[in-house]
């Protein structure tokens, strides 16, 4: 009998992603989605790469009665808690909303786990908890900075509610997955990062203008960096994922109660770097034009992962090249 496992978010990128390591590595993932961010489409690629619909739920996360009712109706052994908004420069011109939406549905999970005594949970964190470090690589007990947008300051309360949560719950136990730049997809193309609305990240806004459809503008090239441009840590999404089942699988055997794990390659690409080798890797050319920079994005950070690599016994598989391949492979299945 595989163990049920609620993935809230389960049809976005990541969580879809995250519903096949699931499957593959034996467990039945249950997915709790409002679709509010995602394109149904995603729902027909996981059917087929799966071989069989997932089980859905189409609600909301912060609704606690419709939870509850889902919790009931299973025999849940963990949670993986995706659902949230992602999105910094709203968070910035809507943040009740951020505070709403992420911190309520985390409450509700907290409580509902509580209630029917669930005990793993895997919560999706960021890098922006970090804002910008002094060092890089970053490491997992780098202290904050303030953070540099509502959305970030969510993800730092959204660490400390559980942390918080962990004190008065001794058999409470949770990873604290804290993602740099997720890119890529899954190889067949049949899944990926589909937003609803302009996108907001580069890699998606680089895929629309290798169509045509719009004009790439690079955020600054003033920063103190080698090319002038931003440096992060891409790292493919089916790496991402697979961090997800190990680290279920950690907090099934592990006597910590509340451990933070970087999760990127644990080497920063700049912005023009990353564009370059995606024009190298699909033979295409990438019109862009530079523009100012955009408020409240940090100058350089990548990952120090061996926290992740020793406990969790997890690596990275896929390349850069091999991410910008398939990112755009996806995409030019969306229009077929
Ligand atoms: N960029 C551009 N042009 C664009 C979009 C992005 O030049 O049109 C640049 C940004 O300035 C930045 C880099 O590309 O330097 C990456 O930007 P993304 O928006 O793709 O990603 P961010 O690093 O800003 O944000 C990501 C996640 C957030 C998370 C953050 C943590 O999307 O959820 O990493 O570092 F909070």
């Not at 969580?15 to 499957?23: E, P, V």
């Not at 009665?65 to 009931?72: D, S």
């Not at 990062?193 to 580069?202: A, F, K, S």
Request: charged residues 20%.
């Amino acid at each position: 009998m595989r163990k049920q496992i609620l993935v809230t978010g389960g049809v976005g990128f990541i969580g879809s992603h995250t519903i096949l390591s699931l499957h593959n590595a034996g467990y039945e993932p249950i997915i709790v989605d409002n679709l509010s961010n995602t394109h149904t489409s995603i729902l027909d690629g996981l059917s087929s790469i799966l071989g069989h619909s997932p089980k859905l739920h189409v609600v909301d996360c912060c609704d606690e009665e419709a939870m509850n009712a889902i919790f009931k109706l299973y025999n849940i052994s963990g949670v993986i808690h995706f659902a949230a908004f992602k999105s910094v420069a709203e968070s910035v011109a809507e943040p009740e909303k951020y505070k709403r939406n992420n911190l309520d549905s985390l409450q509700v999970i907290l409580k509902l786990m509580d209630q029917h005594q669930v005990h793993h949970l895997v919560f999706s964190s960021s890098a922006t908890v970090y804002g910008q470090p002094d060092v890089n690589p970053v490491l997992e007990e780098t202290p904050w900075k303030e953070a540099a947008s509502p959305y970030g300051w969510t993800k730092q309360e959204g660490e400390r509610m559980i942390q918080a949560f962990a004190q008065s719950h001794s058999t409470f136990k949770s990873a604290l997955l804290r993602y740099f730049n997720p890119i890529g997809a899954h190889p067949s193309g049949k899944i990926g990062e589909y937003p609803i609305g302009i996108p907001n990240n580069l890699i998606p806004l680089v895929n629309q203008a290798a169509k045509g459809q719009r004009e790439l503008k690079i955020f600054g090239e003033d920063y103190n960096t080698p090319d002038g441009t931003c440096i992060r840590d891409y790292i493919h999404v089916m790496d991402l994922a697979d961090a997800h089942v190990k680290a279920l699988t950690w907090l099934e055997e592990t006597p910590l109660q509340v451990e933070a794990f970087n999760l990127g390659q644990g080497k920063g690409d700049s912005v023009l770097e990353i564009i370059r080798l995606y024009e190298k890797v699909n033979q295409i050319k990438i019109p862009f034009e530079i523009a100012p920079r955009r408020s409240g994005d940090v100058e350089q950070i990548w990952a120090d992962v061996s926290k992740a690599k020793k406990l969790l016994n997890w690596s990275t598989r896929f390349s850069s090249e091999e991410a910008l391949l398939h990112s755009f492979q996806f995409e030019k299945m969306i229009d077929q």
